[in-house]
């Protein structure tokens, strides 16, 4: 089993044990709802905690592999992009997950696109309250700019 089939499995089993695994130590996860990655294996797990709680009706619908660069200035690597569909408090959504695999085959980096933009805000919001709610940020981050989260 391929590490992009193990994440699939994690995330469709809700594992965040199997995840920790799957990250190098310092994953960089960009996220559609805030400028900055999240960065650190850490980090990247607490946000996976909220965003397994906060998705609705998650399903993976498609697969795609290849390499890109990983980065603005690394190497080519292996990447692999997971289709998925979703709802976040009664908004749909449509995204990809696109994974850049280390030399060993470890997800050293995520990107996650999201569509459409009312979709991305409800994302935000809720992915927000469970970083506050896990006191993985403050309180007031909420009231900083119209994408917060994870800040």
């Keep these: 089993m391929t590490t992009v089939d193990r994440f699939r499995a994690a995330v469709d089993n809700?594992?965040?044990?199997?995840l920790e695994g799957l990250f190098t130590p310092e994953i960089r996860?960009?996220?559609?709802?805030k400028?900055?990655?999240?960065?650190?294996?850490e980090a990247v797990l607490g946000l996976f905690g909220v965003l397994l709680r906060t998705f609705e009706d998650f399903r993976y619908v498609g697969h795609l592999d290849g390499t890109a660069q990983a980065g603005?200035?690394?190497p080519?690597?292996?990447?692999?992009?997971?289709?998925?569909?979703a709802a976040v408090n009664g908004r749909q959504i449509h995204g990809i997950d696109l994974l850049h695999l280390d030399p060993e085959g470890r997800?050293?980096?995520?990107?996650?696109?999201v569509r459409p933009?009312?979709?991305?805000h409800a994302l935000g919001e809720a992915v927000l309250a469970g970083l506050v709610a896990d006191?993985?940020?403050p309180d007031g981050a909420a009231h900083e700019g119209p994408a917060p989260a994870g800040r």
């Excluded at 809700?14 to 199997?18: E, P, S, V």
């Design 72 to 74: 603005q200035d690394g």
């Design 35 to 41: 400028f900055t990655p999240f960065e650190g294996r």
């Design 76 to 85: 080519q690597a292996a990447t692999a992009g997971l289709v998925f569909r």
């Design 14 to 18: 809700r594992d965040l044990t199997a």
């Design 29 to 33: 996860l960009h996220s559609p709802v």
């Design 135 to 137: 006191g993985l940020v």
């Design 107 to 113: 997800i050293a980096e995520l990107t996650v696109m």
């Design 117 to 120: 933009q009312s979709a991305v």
